[in-house]
């Protein structure tokens, strides 16, 4: 396949911030784990700074379940700022001055790249539930068409959190001759029984919602609101602790006195019917299904004999930084020691932070000086031994 036969919407090189869709032609097939073949892939990308001469500082961002591509400028639903707007931009750890930075929406996404809300060319219609059930391999599968169309044969290095996390372990297992430096940040080596527990109740209620209409609800004009909504609240739980919720709620009422009824009467849960509502306007039911699923699929040692070492075999020379929080009950702190421990046996290059904070598993998305600055010193680090000036 030559660069010819992928279009882009807009140019991604020499302009400080590109991007748009990459549209794949029909003859390009991501081939999924299922057996299961997508034609006509798109990937919906932003990039941020400029390719070098050498095409050695490309840095791929991987977003996590609810994320999307627009990781450090305004959301175009929600027009909220970049989603990690704390650590990429000027002066910060991933700064395009430096970095040709590159996020795109996962396969199975709703922000533009090729899911479940995209036209099935087999029928001319919303995909739906004919959507082949994806794996974070196959997200893998899919950034990395993106990368080699965008010109870069080796990343400087991959960085993400929580699932994105789950994606750069993947790419170190996949591609380690692709790959220079890893970040995992509040990640683990596969999905646990609590977990995947979260998500199918998540699911049930998009799946109860009448709306939800067998996944077809695009072709009749509605949607599962308020399944998607309640699947939301339950899991924004998770991304919290109990002292975080403690400290900005507590028990503290809406209003002077209880409503004797069922209104919300708690701060708290106003906050989250403020989530589920805010949710909804900006992510795609099916979507949350497919990329749940491919979350509650991911074990990195399955396919390794159940050995979580033998899927860094390769990856010896790939410099990792894995990074934990010490109050996320959704991938506690041993998860991260699994994938260190694992690094190690395999004879990887491999730091390990653990940082005290009490704000929960989205601790990342958050204001966290030792984060930040770990990051930034991983970073320099790797860029010195790469020759980045």
Known sequence: MSDGD?????????AAEGGGIMRFPAEAVLRLESGARVHGL????????????DKSNAVL??????????????????GKPGWWDKMVGPGLPLDPARYFIICSNVIGGCMGSTGPASTNPATGKTYGLAFPVITIAD???????????????????????SMGGMQVLQWAADYPEKLFAAVCIAAAPRHSAQNIAFHEVGRQAIMADPDWRGGDYAETGVRPEKGLAVARMAAHITYLSEPALQRKFGRELQRDGLSWGFDADFQVESYLRHQGAAFVDRFDANSYLYITRALDYFDLAAAHGGVLAQAFRRAREVRFCVFSFTSDWLYPTEESRAIVRALNAAGARTSFVEIETDKGHDAFFLEEPVLREALRGFLDSAAQARGLT
Not at 42 to 53: C, H, I, P, S
């Open 61 to 78: 961002i991987c977003h996590a379940l609810t994320g999307d591509q627009h990781v450090a400028s305004p959301h175009p639903t929600t």
């Open 6 to 14: 992928i279009v882009q919407d807009r140019a991604a090189s020499g």
């Open 139 to 161: 997200m893998v599968r899919a950034q990395v068409m993106l990368v080699e169309a965008l010109g870069v044969e080796r990343l400087f290095a991959a960085v993400g959190g």
């Open 42 to 53: 798109e990937v919906a990308y932003k990039t941020y700074g400029q390719l070098n001469a």
